[in-house]
């Protein structure tokens, strides 16, 4: 890939970046010629990424000072057009989201050995607490408390606070921790005595969050982040010494490494790898100078996880064609492919999307036609036994629980059921209710409906469809519609309950989600289907499921608000080039849209490792013109595009800064009759935005306010299409 030459950016003129506070900024154009595998594309705003980007993650005041301007405007311009006009609707929707949150909330106490550990809030506190109290008392609010960390006291004085890991020792006398303080992604591990509160050692810095304890309680396992940002080596740190050794080190750029432990806390497990393959390495939990020994070497395109149960490594893998995945089992000493042995066969359609282990039953959590299930097998006889669940649209997951015990933990709640923790004894088949989330200000599920549709897709398939509204919300296509969609790297958007959306459900909106090619809502298939050359299939399915829901009284054409984040951002601005006219609004979260050139830039941390979703356009011609086809800020043109608010974060590693910096410019000077186009950089943090729990709360009522205001919803401001016409 070459560069023609370029002039050196200079300071963007003030008076005319903005000229008024309501006047949206105007990006000067200074126009690159990138030559790549025989093509040649011309980019006016690459001036918009700092050079010194990786110093920028780090620390944004290093940010050159013309785009430090640029954001600034952009900001002042959102504010003034879109924050200020709807100042009032903003409070009333922070003032709502927050009456439903239970300002001194707490966790369910997990035990684990003589404790019980949790996480509970202060009133008006907006980081975590975490304590514990003895195990025998978890479940007496009235016992004695030992505090652990305080969450509100360790982020006082800082703009950014994002808490990655927190673990005591199997001793019960340490507490590991890792913080973020840019919202770049470099986490500090520290050490401190639960006894004293007394620092134990140096603090690592550096890290990318994630560690693992030895079984001594003096040997801390941490995972290095490299200057380009990726995680890439597992480092041993000894407590007593400070030392750090160095037990594995990834030179594929491409694959990324992690740590843990099995459930049995007998070994320590590295995993490395990519989106489609990796491999795991092992070692005894209590060795002092460990020999990671390989389970498989990698294999293109054959993922497995690896689960310590019943005295053999239980491997979960879609080896030979096991496309929604099987169960295999080998022995610890030879666990190589040629000594796995099928203990749950594939079955076509049915998902296995995890294994999680209790000293005699073996849980698995599964994905059949969009609706998970827990499965339990017992370990003498085999049998196995499910859990079942009533609604049509509905969340499972697996809590944490004792190793030894016959009671594990899982989480259940649906679009209008707050979040339950059930404890449930897989012996008895008997299930204890922990805890319903409170919601304040009150809530009824039955003010609700949730169902569950199956949209046509272009090409014959069916697109499940999670709906949300209020039981007298009528069908008849008068209310305004919220879609929302992701479709990539196999996430699937689950069937969740969300206090804050309440806010756009009770004021009249339909509120769905569309459950797109690119995840794995129907299988491992769906997934493989919405990658790569077929991209594609996840734009026209979240487009074929608006139209689908209009068509059927769920909306109507241009009062439809899409709604998508990273991923979901490019699936935005995808959506947005193929069919404008469907939507009133466009509420793109850090999006991934300029996907030419972060594919073509092997130094930004996720390029490598993401060749294998979206395919590889520096060697690749084929999978240059396909994602061209598709890239947002490349195919931007002079149509009627609705209104859009969009948002990045200037310490994002993930999506930087410069997308949707750059998409907005390029919007506005190409269709300059389309819009209005807000953009709203957070120039205090990264991919997550705010990290406080009233913070964050701030941004979604920006985004809401916005929502209601692009279908003519909103006091103060109107930016619909019938206010166009």
């Known amino acids: 890939m070459t560069e023609s030459a370029a002039s050196t950016p200079q300071a963007v003129d003030a008076e005319e970046t903005v000229s008024t506070a309501l006047t949206p900024p105007t990006a000067k154009r200074e126009p690159v010629t990138i030559e790549q595998v025989g093509r040649t594309r011309t980019d006016p705003y690459q001036w918009m990424k700092d050079e010194n980007w990786q110093q920028v993650m780090r620390d944004p005041s290093v940010l050159r000072a013309d785009i430090r301007e640029y954001l600034e405007a952009e900001n002042a311009y959102t504010k003034a057009a ?144 490299d200057d380009m940002g990726r995680p890439t080596a597992v480092f041993q740190r000894d407590l007593n010494t400070g030392e750090d050794v160095e037990i594995y080190r990834e030179e594929d750029p491409g694959f990324f490494v992690g740590v843990g432990k099995t459930e049995s806390e007998d070994y320590i497990m590295i995993e490395t790898g990519g989106h489609t393959s990796g491999e795991v390495w092992f070692f005894p939990a209590d060795a002092r100078t460990p020999e990671p020994k390989l389970v498989a070497p990698r294999k293109e395109d054959e993922e497995y996880d690896v689960t310590h ?42 998902l296995v999307l995890g294994l999680d282990a209790y000293k005699d039953h073996l849980v698995r959590l599964e994905r059949e036609n969009a609706l998970p299930r827990i499965v339990i097998r017992e370990r003498e006889s085999g049998d196995e036994h499910t859990i079942e669940m009533d609604e049509a649209a509905y969340q499972l997951g697996l809590g944490s629980g004792e190793y030894d015990s016959t009671v594990m933990r899982y989480n259940y709640e649906s679009p209008a059921v707050p979040d339950q923790t059930y404890d449930y004894d897989m012996a008895t088949r008997e299930r204890v209710l922990r805890k319903t989330r409170e919601i304040p200000s009150g809530h009824n599920p039955e003010d609700y409906v949730v ?158 490792p993401e060749w294998p979703e979206w395919g590889n356009p520096i060697t690749d011609a084929e999978a240059y013109d396909t994602i061209m086809a598709y890239s947002p800020y490349d195919q931007v043109s002079d149509q009627d595009y609705p209104a859009m608010l969009i948002t990045g974060g200037l310490s994002d590693p993930r999506v930087t800064y410069w997308e949707p910096s750059k998409w907005a410019a390029k919007l506005r000077h190409e269709a300059p009759e389309g819009g209005p186009y807000f953009l709203r950089i957070n120039m205090d943090a990264g991919h997550g935005g705010s990290t406080g729990r009233f913070e964050g709360l701030k941004e979604t009522a920006v985004e809401y306010a916005f929502a209601l205001a692009a279908v003519g919803k909103a006091e103060g401001l109107d930016v619909s299409r019938a206010a166009e016409d």
């Open 82 to 225: 879109l924050e200020d006009p709807t100042e009032g609707l903003r409070e009333t929707l922070l003032k709502e989201m927050r009456g439903r949150i239970k300002e001194d909330d707490s966790s369910v106490p997990a035990k684990d050995g003589p404790y019980a550990y949790y996480v509970r809030y202060r009133e008006g506190g907006e980081y975590p607490i975490y304590a514990r109290r003895p195990a025998d008392q978890a479940f007496d609010d009235s016992a004695p408390e030992t505090l652990l960390f305080d969450g509100d006291k360790e982020a006082e004085g800082k703009s950014y606070f994002s808490i990655r890991g927190m673990d005591n020792s199997p001793d019960h006398k340490r507490l590991a921790y890792a913080i973020d303080t840019q919202g770049s992604e470099y986490y500090t591990i520290s050490v401190r005595d639960i006894e004293t509160g007394e620092p134990v050692g140096t603090p690592i810095e550096g890290t990318y969050g994630s560690f693992e304890w030895g079984a001594d309680s003096d040997l801390l396992y941490w995972v290095e982040r």
């Open 309 to 350: 149960w019943n005295g053999a490594f239980y491997i979960l893998t879609n080896a030979d064609g096991a496309v929604d995945f099987k169960v295999m089992k080998a022995p610890i000493d030879q666990p190589g492919r040629e000594n796995w042995e099928e203990v749950i066969p594939h079955r076509p359609g049915t």
């Open 451 to 608: 169902e569950r549709l199956q949209a046509p897709a272009w090409d014959g398939e069916t697109v499940p469809v999670t709906i949300l509204r209020r039981a007298d919300t009528p069908v008849d296509g008068s209310a305004p519609l919220l879609l929302y969609g992701y479709g990539s790297y196999g996430i699937t958007i689950p069937a969740s309950f969300s206090s804050s959306r309440l806010s756009l459900v009770d004021r009249g909106f339909i509120y769905a989600i569309a459950h797109v090619r690119g995840s794995q809502a129907k299988g491992y298939q769906w997934y493989l289907d919405g990658k790569l050359d077929k991209k594609e299939n996840t734009f026209k399915d979240y487009v074929s499921s608006g139209r689908y829901l209009v068509e059927n009284g769920y909306g109507s054409e241009g009062r439809v608000v899409g709604m998508g984040g990273s991923a979901g951002g490019l699936l935005m601005g995808a959506v947005s080039n193929m069919d404008p006219a469907l939507f009133g609004g466009i509420v793109a979260a850090v999006p991934f849209v300029d996907v030419v050139n972060t594919m073509s830039d092997e130094s930004l941390p996720l390029t490598p």
